[in-house]
């Protein structure tokens, strides 16, 4: 997720980062609030996010040296939070910048590598290159940590990995972490698979299902409370919550693209189900106008109702089968949830479909899914309900653990 360079230089605080899609680069284009061909859904009653709650944590930054885990959703309105933070004389000396960079506009897994933010002067460290945990040396110049970054609800989302290392690299020092709460805009999703102790990776860090329902701020809460950091070290943690009026069923518009790949909000919605085509040779349309909400692959029948066929762009300059006609399925008005839960269908369907089942499943796989499991099942011909009743288990004890840690009500 980032580096800093000169091309990171914006003209404007409003300015947003570079997607694959259609929009030029830097160009504003908020999500998409419901897929084409539906009627538009009332407007969601507005949310005030942690970062905009600046009474409640101004006071414990006075005095002290501040590093900011951010990117481009770290914002309080419009402006960016390490501006809004200086403009109030806030000691800013590091920014900690996770995959696809610190404004948001470098490529899925691009190494993102050390600067200087031109506009506020502050020194940029990587946090998704040579190292993935903040070492004691980029961590000399800073007091306190404040981690304010838009996440979307599933374990392979890098971004609460990054959280998890940022607390255990502060537990070793004694450094707090102020977590600034963000929406969970698939809050009301718990589903998939537990990731195994065997699969742990860096798309797969703490033992979560595919869609977890915690926004960051709780998730935090429960990674230091089930003592999930290295040694059991607990980190000094407070977080600032959303304010009161919040549920985990409160529809939530992304007002910033959260990564280059997610577009529309209907395509963060779909994203906790169609990830997992990432770890097959299916693409989830990396190089198209549209990501995560089309897949297709040459090895699907040519009979599919849709192709598209990938191409470089700014979020994927080397998209998956770039250059290849791939059939099969445009999601865009397709709904983001079966029976409450994960749609599980189009992956059965793909794989039974495939003319190259040998080459269907990547290495990949498992560490999206988390287990050795599902793979085994779809080639077995496992029932969407079998598979579903083998996860039971493990999410009945997850939603379990989940209530301790919850700041908002379900509904």
Known sequence: MLGF???????????????????????????????PG?????????????????????PLLKGKRVGLVINQTSRVGNAFLVDTLKARGVNVTAIFAPEHGFRGEEADGATIKDGRDARSGVAVRSVYGK????????????????????DVGARFYTFISTLHYVMEAAAELKKPVIVLDRPNPNGDLVDGPMREAAHQSFVGLDPLPIAHGLTVGELAQMINGEKWLAG???????????????????????????????PTDHAVRLYPSICLFEGTNVSVGRGTATPFE????????????????????????TPPMKGQLCYGLNLASAPARENGGLVLKYLLDFYQQSTDKAHF?????????????????????????????????????????????????ER
């Open 131 to 150: 190292t993935k945990k903040p070492t004691p040396e980029m961590l000399a110049d800073v007091d306190v940590l404040v981690f304010d970054i838009q």
């Open 5 to 35: 360079s000169a091309k990171f230089l914006l003209t404007s605080l409003l300015a947003l980062p570079a997607c694959a899609t259609s929009a030029p680069a830097g160009q504003a284009s908020a999500p998409q609030t419901t897929p």
């Open 361 to 409: 499943f990547g290495k990949y796989f498992e560490e999206l899914s988390g287990t050795t499991a599902l793979r085994e099942q779809i080639i077995a011909g496992k029932s969407e309900a079998d598979i579903r009743a083998s996860w039971k288990p493990g999410l009945d004890r997850f939603r379990t653990l989940r209530k301790k840690y919850l700041l908002y009500p």
């Open 38 to 58: 539906t009627a538009p859904a009332a407007p969601a009653p507005a949310v005030t996010v942690g970062a905009q709650r600046l009474d409640k944590y101004l």
């Open 232 to 262: 059991g070290l607990r980190c000094q943690l407070t977080v600032i919550p959303l304010a009161s009026g919040y549920t985990h069923a409160t529809a939530y518009h992304l007002p910033v693209r959260p990564s280059p790949n997610l």
């Open 294 to 317: 089309v897949i297709g692959s040459p090895s699907q029948p040519a009979s599919r109702p849709y192709s598209f066929t990938p191409a470089p762009n700014p979020g994927s300059p």
